[in-house]
């Protein structure tokens, strides 16, 4: 039998199922015991977790999750791997496929068919150039879920555990930290993948906090506020704001710099800052103030 976590046996079994790995999918295959050992342990699995998986690769990921959950759907992308994953997962019954494209699936018939009734446990290796996508539909979904493990480029997981007035801060930081908590679990090292990928990766974890890590009025309108404080990064909060895009709808035109000043004051934040020094706290003291 083929050691998945062997890059040389790996590239073997593609090869003799004339598989040639697609850059446009960004295909780097985990091919590491270890960390594969450190992504099943940060899961938090039982025998009664169900997981789904997006991004099966050459199935060594998913043959680890299913030696330790109840059950795993695994999505992949690229249909010409489906002879490959039968065949390396042929003696585990609690493995099925779906051969889609995760981001264009019905997501609610997605997690009924992985999950049922109950919560469970999304783990992905992902290509890169999805990643905020895909942590965006999660986000959306966390009601479906009670743990995500993901495998991401060690940047992004930079951005989404950066502290205000840091240099990765940005919108989406405070975006994740707001809808989960993150947790870094490990750093990766290109030389685990097949073919071995151009950046460093980190192994991150998300815990969905619901509603919120912090308490506001109007959801919408505390995103709205943070990503104009947040497009234009070299201006204060107050111009930033002055000058956020209409689709925003913040009601500040060049006309309402009283207006701005008044809103900022009552919630006690001075406009001379930089939007990214200010925290969840201070965004949502500012949403409420707006509401009220």
Same mark, same amino acid.
């Given at each position: 039998m083929t050691n998945l976590t062997s890059p040389k046996q790996t590239s073997e079994l593609l090869r003799s199922h004339g598989i040639?790995?697609?850059?446009?999918? !960004?295909?780097?295959?985990?091919?590491? *015991?270890?960390?594969?050992? =450190?992504?099943?342990?940060?899961?938090?699995?039982?025998?009664?977790?169900?997981?789904?998986?997006v991004g099966a690769g050459a199935g060594a990921l998913t043959i680890a999750l299913a030696e330790a959950a109840s059950t795993v759907t695994s999505v992949e992308i690229d249909? @010409? &791997?489906?002879?490959?994953? #039968?065949?390396?997962?042929?003696?585990y019954s609690n493995i099925q496929f779906v051969f889609q494209d995760f981001m264009r699936l019905d997501l609610d018939a997605l997690f009924d068919t992985a999950f049922g %009734?109950? %919560? !469970?446990?999304?783990?992905?290796?992902?290509?890169?150039?999805?990643?905020?996508?895909?942590?965006?539909? &999660?986000?959306?979904?966390?009601? =479906?879920?009670?743990r995500?493990?993901?495998?991401?480029?060690?940047?992004?997981?930079? #951005?989404?555990?950066a502290a205000p007035g840091s240099e990765h801060c940005g919108s989406f930081s405070l975006f994740a930290q707001y809808h989960t908590k993150v947790e870094i679990v490990c750093t990766v090292p290109p030389t685990v993948? &097949?073919?071995?990928?151009?950046?460093?990766?980190?192994?991150?974890?998300?815990?969905?906090?619901?509603?919120?890590?912090?308490?506001?009025?109007?959801?919408?309108?505390?995103?709205y506020l943070i990503r104009a404080a947040f497009g234009q990064r070299r201006k204060t909060l107050l111009n930033a704001l002055l #000058?956020?895009?209409?689709?925003?709808? &913040? !009601?500040?035109?060049?006309?309402? #710099?009283?207006e701005a000043e008044a809103l900022l004051a009552k919630a006690g934040i001075d406009g001379? *800052? =930089?939007?990214?020094? @200010?925290?969840?706290?201070e965004y949502g003291r500012l949403a409420d103030a707006y509401e009220e």
């Open positions: 040639r790995l697609q850059k446009r999918l !960004g295909q780097n295959f985990l091919c590491d *015991r270890n960390i594969l050992n =450190r992504i099943v342990s940060a899961a938090h699995l039982t025998p009664q977790t169900r997981v789904l998986e249909t @010409l &791997l489906e002879p490959l994953l #039968r065949e390396v997962t042929a003696d %009734t109950e %919560t !469970g446990v999304f783990v992905a290796n992902i290509p890169y150039y999805i990643t905020t996508p895909i942590i965006e539909k &999660l986000v959306a979904y966390k009601h =479906r879920w009670s995500a493990v993901l495998l991401v480029q060690q940047e992004v997981a930079q #951005r989404l555990v993948f &097949l073919p071995p990928p151009d950046v460093t990766s980190t192994v991150i974890a998300l815990e969905p906090i619901l509603p919120g890590a912090i308490a506001v009025c109007n959801e919408k309108r505390f995103f #000058r956020a895009p209409a689709s925003f709808d &913040l !009601g500040f035109g060049m006309d309402s #710099r009283r001379n *800052r =930089r939007g990214e020094t @200010l925290s969840l706290e």
